[in-house]
């Protein structure tokens, strides 16, 4: 069965600093990975989809990487803004079948 | 213009008690799914359905019934409510044609007292 893991549960930085957040899955064979933000009493909201066969995906200051025999995706951030203060969740999709990591905390101080 | 909406948003009720959760999309997604989020913040998949048929239904009590009447609703029925259903259930919506990325419902908080 497809474990998730998030590294770390928590993280403070101050404004302006990169940041990478980690996530490993124990199943190899995926479909793709999806980064989301969920911030405190909200729905989730996807921020970057990378398919199986791609290494890598960006949108504005984020930078997703996708490692899959390694079973490992890291979350870029450049430049972190207060805005970004959230909890960031990997989700691995095993065809149709979704498994979610427990997130990464992220606050970022002004 | 909401892409996936869930009512009610919050629902409180007694143990016993039977209650549905109401989903729909308006993305043209062809699969919908129910996760449950616990206390500790963890997403897990409950069910998954796609152009209306159950493809996907992990180990959930069978008090839970979804039904899809068509490809952009998917409701959740719950019976006989206990006290560890207090949680937060999200909708999501995907398409194959968009590499299954999925979109989520803003959640509805169900508290069984």
């Known amino acids: 069965k497809q474990e998730v893991t998030q590294i770390p549960a928590a993280l403070s930085v101050p404004e302006g600093e990169n940041l990478v957040l980690n996530c490993s899955f124990t199943?190899?064979?995926?479909?793709?990975l999806q980064w989301f933000r969920q911030d405190p009493g909200k729905g989730l909201t996807s921020l970057l989809l990378?398919?199986?066969?791609?290494r890598e995906q960006t949108s504005g200051r984020l930078n997703a990487s996708l490692d899959k025999s390694s079973g490992r995706s890291t979350l870029y951030i450049a430049a972190s803004q207060p805005g970004d203060s959230a909890t960031y969740l990997c989700?691995?999709?095993?065809?149709?079948?979704?498994?979610f990591g427990s997130g990464t905390k992220l606050n970022v101080k002004p | 213009d909401t892409a996936v909406s869930q009512t009610p948003k919050y629902l409180v009720t007694q143990m016993g008690n039977d209650k549905s959760i109401k989903c729909e999309q308006n993305?043209?997604?062809?699969?919908m799914y129910w996760y449950k989020q616990d206390s500790k913040k963890f997403l897990k998949i409950m069910f998954s359905?796609?152009?209306?048929?159950?493809?996907i239904n992990e180990t959930v009590p069978n008090r839970f019934s979804p039904k899809s009447p068509d490809k952009a609703h998917l409701n959740l029925h719950i019976n006989s409510l206990e006290l560890g259903d207090s949680a937060v259930y999200f909708c999501?919506?995907?398409?194959?044609?968009?590499?299954?990325?999925?979109?989520f419902g803003p959640g509805t908080r169900l508290t069984v007292l």
């Open positions: 999501a919506s995907s398409h194959r044609d968009t590499n299954n990325e999925q979109f």
């Open positions: 199943d190899s064979a995926i479909y793709n």
């Open positions: 990378i398919q199986s066969s791609q």
């Open positions: 989700a691995v999709d095993n065809f149709n079948k979704f498994y």
């Open positions: 993305l043209g997604h062809d699969t």
């Open positions: 359905y796609n152009n209306k048929e159950l493809i």
